[in-house]
Nanobody, 121 residues
């Protein structure tokens, strides 16, 4: 079971990035998926998640209206579309998957390796 996150980079404030999380060894559509981020000196926080049962999505207040979580079952890949990026979005972003739905709590069993997102002002 493996998650591979990618798509991070350096972007100016107001720009966009799309993060990808490719799953191998299991079918992502059977799992709840989530994106977390961790900025230097801060705890890892939940950004967005998508339930496996009904596809309902949840977002942290800080990213509502700007980020969108989605999934492509054919590619066994989850995505985080990030628009209107702000310098405070700078962090290492992690994808996670779990057989039940912890929403934005850190109770996920499977984690990707993280991808750096840097937003310049």
């Amino acid at each position: 079971v493996q998650l591979q996150a990618s798509g991070g980079g350096l972007v100016e404030a107001g720009g966009s990035l799309r993060l990808s999380c490719a799953a191998s060894g299991f079918m992502l559509d059977d799992y709840a998926i989530a994106w977390f981020r961790q900025a230097p000196g801060k705890e890892r926080e939940g950004v967005s998640c998508r339930r496996s049962t009904d596809g309902r999505t949840y977002y942290a207040d800080s990213v509502k209206g700007r980020f969108t979580v989605s999934r492509d079952n054919a590619k066994n890949t989850a995505y985080l579309q990030m628009n209107s990026l702000k310098p405070e979005d700078t962090a290492v972003y992690y994808c996670a998957a779990n057989t039940y739905d912890p929403r934005l709590r850190r109770e996920y069993n499977y984690w990707g390796q993280g991808t750096q997102v840097t937003v310049s002002s």
